[in-house]
């Protein structure tokens, strides 16, 4: 069974700082090649915040470029979303999705995803 579960969120005050995991268990490395960091807050649509390709190229919301940085290890099989100068608008609950049909911030392009991990700054 293919599984992504997510950890490292949590409370923060405003300008702090946190890093996001998510493993990925019983993919193949093709299905890991494109994956990616979506969030949604209460009465909001998704949103796409990164993706990272196996290539090595990444992508980014307007809204968080410049504060988050979105990486993988793949002997580790773990993706990561290091979230600095967090603001109260970031609060949401963050979700790792994996296989993507074209690697892009559209929610829509990806097959699995993780149940999520709760971000909130105060």
């Known amino acids: 069974d293919v599984q992504l579960v997510e950890s490292g969120g949590g409370s923060v005050q405003a300008g702090g700082s946190l890093r996001l995991s998510c493993v990925a268990s019983?993919?193949?490395?093709?299905?890991?090649?494109?994956m990616g960091w979506f969030r949604q807050a209460p009465g909001k649509e998704p949103e796409g915040v990164a993706r990272f390709a196996s290539s090595g190229t990444t992508d980014y919301a307007d809204s968080v470029k410049g504060r988050f940085t979105i990486s993988q290890d793949n002997a580790k099989k773990t993706l990561y979303l290091q979230m600095n100068s967090l603001e109260p608008e970031d609060s949401a609950m963050y979700y790792c999705a994996a296989d993507a049909v074209v690697c892009t911030l559209r929610a829509s392009s990806y097959k699995y995803w993780g149940q999520g991990t709760q971000v909130t700054v105060s």
């Open positions: 019983g993919f193949t490395s093709s299905r890991r090649s494109c």
